[in-house]
């Protein structure tokens, strides 16, 4: 009997050691959600606004894609319907673009959030469309006039690779 009483002494003891312990890590958590708490912001934070080099970079992006995808369907009848579409391109950024600005800090987060997203999908589709041309018949850049450099871009129009460097072309020495 006596070493049944003292295993349920033990066996109290522990119980109360347990309870002890689940309090002291209760308070525990308690203290540190209250130190997070005081580490929050006040209230909710926007998204930083978008730069002006973003925005001018993506602006730039879009007129640059608009006016290549139709100097391009002038020889490439395929891409009529994308020079169509295009010069719509930089005109829908310039209004998204006119909300972020007019907007940040007056609109509520949810919609600076929205109106910077817009205006960033639609930089990212200038630039996924523009990458999807074809390079070898749709130069990013135009041959400069009186340069010699073929102005048909259809391929095997020019009688050698382009130069590198300060190299001369093949064939043009």
Do not use: W
């Not at 009997?1 to 525990?28: E, K």
């Not at 990212?124 to 102005?151: H, I, W």
Request: proline share 9%; charged share 25%; glycine share 10%.
């Amino acid at each position: 009997m006596a070493n049944g009483s003292s295993a349920r002494a033990r066996g109290r003891r522990t119980g109360r050691q347990a309870l002890i312990l689940l309090a002291a890590l209760g308070l525990a958590a308690a203290v540190a959600g209250c130190r997070k708490a005081d580490e929050a912001p006040a209230g909710p934070v926007g998204p930083e606004p978008m730069s002006e080099e973003e925005q001018r970079r993506g602006m730039a992006a879009c007129q640059a894609y608009a006016e290549r995808v139709c100097r391009c369907a002038k020889n490439d009848p395929s891409l009529e319907e994308d020079c169509s579409f295009a010069p719509a391109r930089p005109s829908s950024l310039e209004g998204a673009l006119g909300v972020v600005n007019e907007g940040h800090g007056k609109m509520a987060i949810n919609d600076q959030i929205a109106s910077q997203t817009a205006a960033r999908d639609i930089i990212k589709g200038c630039f996924e469309a523009d990458a999807r041309l074809d390079p070898a018949t749709c130069p990013r850049t135009p041959p400069e006039p009186g340069s010699g450099a073929a102005t048909d871009v259809t391929p095997g129009a020019s009688d050698g690779p382009p130069a590198v460097g300060n190299e001369p072309a093949m064939g043009h020495e």
